[in-house]
Nanobody, 115 residues
Framework: QVQLVESGGGLVQAGGSLRLSCAVS????????MGWYRQAPGKQRELVAT???????NYADSVKGRFTISRDNAKNTVSLQMNSLKPEDTAVYSC?????????WGQGTQVTVSS
């Protein structure tokens, strides 16, 4: 009954911004890691950013300085603020939860950056 639902994807011009959000429902252990991954057509899925329940963050080099991940532990939500978007950021972005040795995924949300 653990479910993740993403929102906030869409179309944006290069240099613009988008904010993605992911809501987690269900009872889960409080110690966990949430994150965002992305996959572009013809490419492997890659890590974008992660954040632990303690607030430790990790970013892909390609998004450092442009993207910011945050979470609300009380609400079990995680967000990704994306600024200075580039066409190469175009991908399906998926929310991820790792807890108690298990991995959960949302259905993904499309982000398209036009040039």
């Amino acid at each position: 009954q653990v479910q993740l639902v993403e929102s906030g994807g869409g179309l944006v011009q290069a240099g613009g911004s988008l904010r993605l959000s992911c809501a987690v429902s269900g009872s889960i252990f409080s110690l966990n890691t949430m994150g965002w991954y992305r996959q572009a057509p013809g490419k492997q899925r890659e890590l974008v950013a992660t954040i632990s329940s303690g607030g430790s963050t990790n970013y892909a080099d390609s998004v450092k300085g442009r993207f910011t991940i945050s979470r609300d532990n009380a609400k079990n939500t995680v967000s990704l603020q994306m600024n200075s978007l580039k066409p190469e950021d175009t991908a399906v972005y998926s929310c991820n939860l790792r807890v108690m040795g298990l991995v959960y995924w949302g259905q993904g949300t499309q982000v398209t950056v036009s040039s």
